[in-house]
């Protein structure tokens, strides 16, 4: 399976050249088609900023190469993405691409005739977010356990290139738990208005196998949140699914499926955020003014939903009550090409289930903390019952209170979850 991303700024001003791709040539103004031409892929996508609308109220001419004229002041803001998309549709009607998504992520700057206000940042955010989206509406249905990505950089702009490349690293970084996935990025030598260059080759910049990795991450003022609600023994949607996370860093099988989001609860909750953001979304004439930006914690529960979305496809659901062969298999799916964490977490599950030896509950809850970390979750503690086992299936008695400590099991251990997120 091979999906071709490329980022395109402003493809109306584009010279016609010549452009060359492993002995392949096209004469073009864009290097897609030479690429599209050699890779070959099932999918194709390009990302644009939605400030390429801009160039709607510019008639075609011969510093034009665009045909998507618009004179009229924007109506609201699916009129700015929608004048963006045709502005990059007529472009593609003029190569041999087949084009299967226009992503269209919200940028900044003020140009001739509009302007756009902003974070940056959310250029990151909705890209990662329709990327993710495509990838398990049409990716993941095919039965390929490999897939290539190929990032074609020639024509993207300033920030745009680096937000794309970190939602495709992150985003392949999840999808290699599960697939054998491969980036490749390209980038042409630049073409000058003045050069006499007849000829422009397209360089492989790199070229590699990705490996897994779960790259969310939580800052202060969320870490406090959640501390406050642990500290009141109040629960939240958002509070599970970073217990979920920080359970799959840390190689915690049995309380991966016991936070597993439910998928549409998660999905309604992506779905708020992303509401939440386009309707405070201003649009007054041709000022394009967004009022709030995207947190982080979205782009987070956008990979959280990712990977849930695949652990639930291969049959790995969220449930409290587990038997040591399905903990197992999910160790075995989950880390497979993490060999050296996937046996320690297996050692840890054959001595939980085999073994009679109980611990003793430590005094202080740093000692607490790294043996529930030392041993993959799976403690048995002297006279507490962390766990209920019975016939080599165990069930998380959560409600139960710590000796010690006079806080319930899950109180601690979700306290454990959340401050070892990475800090961002």
């Not at 864009?30 to 999918?43: A, G, M, Q």
């Not at 549709?89 to 041999?96: F, G, P």
């Amino acid at each position: 399976m091979k999906v071709l991303i490329a980022t395109w700024g402003n493809p109306c001003s584009w010279e016609i050249v010549e452009y060359e791709y492993e002995g392949q040539t096209t004469i073009a103004s864009t290097s897609l088609e030479v690429i599209h031409k050699v890779e070959n892929p099932n999918y194709a996508i390009i990302v644009i900023s939605d400030t390429l609308a801009n160039s709607s109220f510019l008639p075609k001419s011969n510093k034009n190469n665009c045909d998507c004229y618009d004179p009229n002041p924007f109506s609201d803001y699916n009129d700015v993405k929608q004048r963006a998309i045709n502005c990059a549709q007529s472009i593609i009607n003029q190569h041999q691409i087949k084009v299967n998504k226009i992503i269209v992520s919200p940028g900044v700057g003020n140009y001739s005739n509009s302007s756009y206000e902003g974070n940056p940042r959310d250029f990151y955010h909705i890209t990662l977010y329709e990327l993710t989206d495509y990838i398990i509406q049409n990716v993941l249905n095919s039965n390929d356990k490999n897939i290539e990505i190929v990032f074609d950089i020639t024509h993207g702009q300033n920030y745009h290139i680096v937000s794309i490349y970190d939602a495709i690293y992150e985003m392949a970084q999840i999808l290699s738990y599960f697939f054998m996935v491969n980036l490749k990025v390209l980038y042409s030598e630049p073409v000058a208005p003045v050069s006499t260059k007849s000829k422009y080759r397209i360089n492989k910049i790199v070229n590699f196998q990705v490996f897994p990795n779960f790259p969310i991450s939580i800052d202060h003022n969320l870490l406090n949140q959640f501390k406050q609600m642990i500290k009141k023994n109040q629960q939240n949607n958002e509070l599970r699914y970073y217990c979920f996370g920080s359970s799959i860093i840390h190689g915690l099988p049995y309380f991966i499926y016991y936070y597993m989001p439910d998928l549409n609860n998660l999905k309604n909750d992506i779905g708020a955020e992303l509401n939440n953001f386009y309707s405070n979304i201003l649009v007054n004439g041709n000022v394009v003014k967004r009022q709030i930006q995207i947190s982080e914690k979205t782009s987070d529960l956008v990979k959280i939903y990712l990977i849930s979305f695949i652990l639930n496809k291969i049959g790995f659901k969220n449930q409290s009550q587990v038997s040591q062969i399905k903990i197992v298999e999910l160790t075995r799916k989950l880390y497979r090409r993490i060999a050296t964490l996937r046996n320690e977490i297996i050692l840890e599950i054959n001595r939980f289930f085999k073994s009679k030896k109980s611990f003793l509950l430590p005094n202080d809850l740093k000692k607490l903390k790294r043996n529930f970390f030392a041993h993959r979750g799976l403690l048995r503690i002297l006279n507490q019952n962390l766990f209920t086992i019975s016939k080599n299936t165990i069930i998380f008695n959560g409600s139960n209170i710590v000796q010690n400590f006079n806080r319930s099991c899950e109180n601690i251990i979700q306290e454990f979850l959340i401050e070892e997120i990475p800090r961002r």
